[in-house]
């Protein structure tokens, strides 16, 4: 097991409704990305998050916005939700200090819009 | 477009025999390439990485993986099946170009089934 944790463990919401979802990294790890593993699907990267900045983004709407906190915990959060953001959305932490830069990633959230 | 692709979407295998799961990738330049585990309901557990050198990588639970620059493959390997091997498998690339941040791009998956 990783030290990465995530909270809530599951989450059902209502299409239009907002979510946020919460990551605390591994010890030693200052940098959290984040991804949304689709149903059969490889996990696709939204964003990451490195000394409390946005450094990087996949494709995915505005509505999907994050922060990261002094003590590298972060948030996913997620307006107007709709029926395709229904998902297993996972946090990963890492270290510039790593070489190859692995990711370690937490048992993830399992958020159902309906 | 870069992309990962793992073209067996099961692999199934008898336990004690020697099981590979392929990996194949379009990214340009030198990238960093991974392989994870996810076990039902958990997170993707990390197994082995290549960056440099060796091209035969070892990693945990016995598991290895060869790298192939020409063919731009990275299969993962292993010697002797076990029944608790029996997961999910993702292949994933870090494009040496990724604009400063650690972005991966994953493959599909490949489910494994080990047999007793």
């Known amino acids: 097991e990783t030290g990465v944790t995530q909270s809530p463990t599951h989450l059902i919401k209502t299409r239009g409704q907002q979510v946020t979802l919460r990551c605390s990294s591994q010890?030693?790890?200052?940098?959290v990305s984040w991804y949304q593993q689709a149903l059969g699907q490889g996990p696709q990267f939204i964003f990451q998050y490195y000394r409390e900045e946005e450094n990087g983004r996949g494709n995915f709407p505005p509505r999907f916005s994050g922060l990261q906190f002094p003590n590298y915990s972060s948030e996913l959060n997620v307006n107007a939700l709709e029926l395709d953001d229904s998902a297993l959305y996972l946090c990963?932490?890492?270290?510039?200090?790593?070489?190859?830069?692995?990711?370690?990633f937490g048992p993830g959230t399992r958020l159902t819009v309906t | 477009a870069q992309s990962v692709a793992q073209p067996e979407d099961q692999v199934n295998v008898a336990e004690g025999n020697p099981l590979t799961v392929k990996c194949t990738y379009s990214v340009s330049g030198n990238p960093y390439l991974f392989w994870y585990v996810q076990y039902p309901n958990r997170g993707l557990q990390f197994l082995l990485k290549y960056i440099t050198g060796d091209n035969l990588v070892k990693g945990s639970y016995g598991f290895e993986a060869e790298f192939n620059k020409s063919q731009t493959s990275f299969h993962l390997k292993k010697p002797s099946a076990l029944v608790s091997d029996s997961a999910l498998y993702f292949c994933a690339v870090r494009p040496s170009f990724s604009g400063g941040y650690n972005k991966l791009i994953f493959g599909a998956g490949t489910r494994l089934a080990v047999h007793p």
């Open positions: 990963a932490s890492s270290s510039p200090g790593l070489a190859g830069g692995e990711q370690y």
């Open positions: 010890s030693g790890h200052n940098t």
